[in-house]
């Protein structure tokens, strides 16, 4: 516990980061179907960066869960 949290509270916050990315990956997809009423460039863009904020959420958890192992 010497730097930070312990290590079942950083895999408890690896839990929720990966389920954060899946939510987040299912509102980009919903989005780029078309469920909300936005221009064609306006939704792949939102998209996009929906789906970018998901893999940073994703490497952010793996990096919890890793750092959970390693201590």
């Not at 990315?21 to 980009?28: E, M």
């Not at 306006?42 to 750092?67: E, I, K, P, Q």
């Amino acid at each position: 516990m010497a730097n930070g949290l312990p290590a079942r509270s950083r895999r408890v916050v690896a839990l929720a980061m990966w389920a954060g990315a899946s939510v987040l990956l299912i509102v980009a997809a919903v989005v780029y179907a078309g469920a909300f009423p936005l221009d064609a460039a306006l939704r792949v863009r939102a998209a996009t960066v929906l789906g970018l904020v998901a893999m940073v959420d994703l490497l952010l958890g793996f990096w919890f869960f890793r750092s959970s192992i390693s201590s």
